[in-house]
């Protein structure tokens, strides 16, 4: 397994918020609807990738619909800690051959969320975010998200390591950028990430609905769970 990339011990109390299974694209109530387009529920983690200093991790993932209304992920929070990451999101495109490219094809860059603990037990913290209006996408197509720490602490974030779970997609990680700009550095995978996966839930819209423009986010904020 490559060295670059970390990896925490889960606990899985508070995780039963989402779906039981991976649920893939399926047809939307209506033509006005938003829905859940992925979602990997968290009880299939099995790890927590870490960035640090400016590393990110991420996931591609497969966008039928191009409008982007909420986009969550799971973080991790040790028995007893009360406090949570800075999290900041990416949203980038990618090269024909579906490698992520968050150096030059950035669509989304920010904002810098804090996500909040408790002193409960150790357990997956969801991580929301939410756009209002949604977040347009250029087309239907393979992107990829990443969650940076703004060059700061240390993060988890939840993902399985061992079965595909999401086989549209796949487990990114970008380098250190602190020493110059905390901006995004240039995406890389290694051949024992092939079956890794962020845990994480994509909620999309039909066109109908008015979208945010490109490089920005609308109003935003956390849900923590």
Known sequence: MAPVIGAMSSSFEGASDAKKAPAWPSSPAGANSCRTAISIDPSYGQAYPVGAMGSSVGETFLASDTLIKSLSVWSGQPAGYSGGPWLKLWIVGTDPSG????????????PVVYAYGDSGPSRPLRVRFDFDPPFAL????????FVQDPCSAPFGVLADT?????????LWQTGRTDL??????????????????????????????TPTKRRSWGQLKVIYR
């Open 99 to 110: 490698v992520p490219d968050p150096v030059r094809r950035v669509l989304l860059n920010g």
């Open 138 to 145: 250029p087309s239907p197509g393979v992107y990829a998200f």
């Open 162 to 170: 061992s079965r595909n779970v999401y086989p549209d997609g796949r």
């Open 180 to 209: 110059i700009g905390c901006y995004e550095d240039f995406a890389n995978t290694y051949p024992d990430w092939a079956r890794w996966d962020l845990i994480f839930e994509i909620e999309s819209c039909k066109e109908a609905l």
